[in-house]
């Protein structure tokens, strides 16, 4: 049986109705807590947080581009094909999550100990009352259906620390860094998407300056406004 511990960890969400993605961050890093009752739902409860935020992340991608789009269409026939074609597709189907995963594992074997403030009243957790940290690194791993037809495997990471001290186990990610890392991998998800898209259009094949297509390609995937 676990002692009675107190477990702090990372909720790694955001709010399902947000669609502004600012100080994202700081609503992931909002902490959950467990204790020795309820701790063997932490692993789901990371996987379903992290699952969601990374889809929320991947939403806001893809929103992008087609605003994107709908700017460009004007100015370029490729844009309104592109366009075409995503109406084809429902929403969910356009870049789908298939399977996920969750894990994080210790860097080192020994961690180090810090003195723990005088002020804090001991506990039975060590002779010296001291607090140990140990890094370590936390990975989610998502596998996503492009179209309903390419399957893309993706991993973002983070690094962090656990500690242990007073009777109560802290677990800690960068999620600054995992949110940077989120966008980073979304964009490329999205990317790679529109590459899928403009290949498989029904409209009749046209040419196109190579010059402009490329511009056309470097804006649709540009960092849009509502994108921190």
Not at 97 to 102: H, P
Request: hydrophobic share 35%; with cysteine.
């Amino acid at each position: 049986m676990l002692p009675d511990y107190i477990f702090r960890v990372p909720c790694l969400s955001v709010k399902k109705n947000t669609n502004n993605m600012d100080n994202v961050s700081d609503r992931m890093r909002k902490s959950i807590q467990f204790d020795s009752s309820n701790i063997s739902t932490c692993p789901v409860e990371l996987l379903v947080n992290t699952s969601h935020a990374f889809v929320k992340t991947l939403d806001q991608c893809t929103d992008a581009a087609k605003r994107c789009l709908i700017e460009k269409q004007k100015q370029h026939s490729m844009a309104t094909d592109m366009l075409k074609s995503l109406k084809r597709y429902e929403a969910s189907s356009i870049i789908a999550l298939g399977k996920a995963s969750t894990h994080f594992r210790a860097l080192h074997k020994h961690g180090f100990l810090s003195k723990a403030s005088t002020t804090t009243k001991r506990t039975e957790v060590g002779e010296n009352d001291r607090v140990v940290f140990l890094p370590l690194v936390f990975a989610a791993s998502f596998e996503l259906v492009l179209l309903g037809q390419r399957r893309v495997a993706v991993c973002v990471r983070c690094p962090g620390t656990i500690s242990c001290g007073h009777g109560v186990i802290t677990i800690d990610f960068d999620t600054d860094r995992l949110y940077s890392n989120m966008k980073e991998q979304c964009k490329k998800v999205v990317r790679e998407m529109l590459v899928m898209l403009r290949s498989n259009k029904t409209a009749p094949e046209k040419k196109y300056d190579d010059g402009k297509k490329q511009l056309l390609e470097s804006e649709m995937v540009q960092e849009k406004e509502t994108v921190g």
